[in-house]
Structure formats: C-alpha cells, structure tokens
C-alpha cells in the first residue's frame, strides 16, 4: 500500500484529497501544524482513516522528523499561506511559510533512504505569471509576480525546479488555477457571491473587469492523482486549469442569475467594508491558463464546467442554510 504524506491536510485542497486516496487504497499521514486549537472539520469524517503528524513547515527538524515517521512513497506539499490580500500586511510571514518551508521539505526528503524513489509533487500557483502579453499563460513564460504571495510562490517553485537539476530529486509542480468548491470557507469569491447573494446580502466586486480561469476542485484533486501515478509527471512543471476566462463581473452576473438576486445590490469597482488593503496594479487584469502540457503528458482533463459546478456550490449552501 503506497504512503502518502499531505501538507495542509485541513486545508480546501488537501482534505479532499486525502479523502480520494483513502478511497483509491493508500495510506495517508496529514502533517499539522502545532497550535492550541485546529478546526479539522475538512477532515472530520476521515479522522479515523488518515494518520496525523505535528509540526510546523518553517521547522526543519520537525519537517524531517515527520519524513522519518512516515517514510512516504509520495508528499503532496499544500501547506502554506494562500489568501493573496493577506499577504501585503504579512509578507515575511508569506516568505517564511512558503520558501522556507518548501525548502525545508525538499532537503528533508534528501535524508530518507532512496530519496530518489520517493516523489514530491507541490503546488504553485498560476499568480506567478504576473503581467504577461501571451494569452492564455503557459508554462515557459517567465515568472512575473505581482504580490508578495506571488513572489513567494514563485521563488518555491524555481527552488523546486533547480533541485532534480542539483540534487536528483523527483520533483512536480503543478500551477493550478483559481478552485472553487469550498464547503466552510466562504471568503474566496465564488463561496463568498454565492452565501452573499443567498442571504440577500449587499455584495462587492473590487476588480470587475479582471479575467479569472475557474476550475472545480474534483478537477484539481486529479491533477495531482495523475501527478502521482504517471511516470512522465517527473521533473515537470504543468499548468491546470480550464482555458476558459471568466471576468468577475460576467461571475457576478451569472450567479445572481441562478440565485434569482437582485443586481441592483451589486456593487462593482468597490472592495468589502473591511477588506484588506492591496494595491490596485497587484489584481492581475487575466489569468487564463493553457493546460495543453498536463493533457498531453498526463491524459488530465476537465470534467465539470464553471455552469456545472456554479450549480453544485449553490445547491450545497442551499442545501446547508446553517453555513450561510
């Protein structure tokens, strides 16, 4: 039974998951992180299933002793801070989480027997791109970053990119795109228009006219699957979204749609009462990812449409009026 070890495992990405390699037979650890309280209710119903190791990523002896623990066939390294505004308040925090602790798990697998048959899969992001001419992005642009996210994610991911190079590590990257899905966080723009707009609450969109790529989570979830069982995943780098680009307005306007919610309350050009601040050249006006690689060389696909999934998200918060 091969071995996987989750970083992030309570996140959005990682519970789901970890909750599809049970089903597929694999033995799963989740490393956490030490803190006094932790909401693992991603993660709830397969508490029993799964194996959890704490520690802290920006630790490198913790990140090590957790190796030696579990001795993984594979890490999917998710942990990590995401919340793009979040970051122009907390960018040394953004630094120390995402590289150092990116790096810390990559010379950490270095030190297990065989390191060279263990592979790490890790994820980036498509806001590394930044400002770019070619439309839709792909893999062999240059890194432009745009945040002090960004930024961080990018020098993780040419971390990665130099260590099969240096140290003959197995290593993928995957640069997936703006996921959709959530079943408790709602402060992402999908979950948030979709509770908002269900509670006939005022909504905001601060930047109408910026284009994003939307990928349901079952879609993500198997990219690194095939991440994971493909041998060409090796050493590569592939972009996974959908090609299709959606601006937040058209979002805005096709949920309100669906919902049957008044668009007079929508309040485009203006971010939330409270937001956090970000500059304005930081919103990337387009990210759209071509994912011809990971189809090509991985045999990935899409399989539900942003109307499909649009529908699925209503309906479980319909479904769940206590999470509103």
Known sequence: MPKV????????????????????????????????????????????????????????????????????????????????????????????????????????MLELPDPQTRRLIAASTA?????????????????????????????????????????????????????????????????????????REKVYIGAPDSVRDYMYIDDHVNAYLLAMKKEEAKGQVFNVGTGVGTSNRELAEEIANKIGYNKANITFGSYPPGYAFRPLISDQPYIVLDATKIKTKLGWKTTVSLDDGLDKIISYFQSNPVLL
Request: charge should be neutral; avoid cysteine.
């Open 127 to 199: 806001e590394v791109y930044g400002l770019q001419e070619t439309k839709p992005l792909i893999e062999e642009l240059p890194l432009k970053p745009t945040s002090p996210y960004a930024v961080s994610k990018a020098a993780a991911d040419l971390y990665l990119q130099m260590m099969p190079q240096t140290y003959g590590l197995n290593v993928t990257i995957l640069r997936p795109t703006n996921t959709y899905g959530r079943k408790f966080d709602t402060s992402f723009i999908i979950e948030y228009l979709v509770t908002y707009m269900l509670k």
């Open 5 to 108: 070890l989750i970083t992030g495992i309570t996140g959005f990405i990682g519970s789901y998951l970890a909750e599809k390699l049970l089903s597929e037979g694999y033995e799963v650890y989740g490393f956490v992180r030490r803190v006094a309280s932790r909401n693992i209710k991603a993660i709830e119903k397969i508490s029993k299933d799964i194996i959890l190791i704490n520690g802290d990523i920006t630790n490198y002896v913790s990140i090590r002793n957790a190796l030696k623990v579990a001795k993984p066939d594979f890490i999917v390294h998710l942990a990590g801070l995401t919340p793009v505004r979040d970051s122009f308040e907390r960018p040394f925090e953004y630094e120390d989480n995402n590289v150092l602790g990116t790096m810390n798990i990559a010379h950490a």
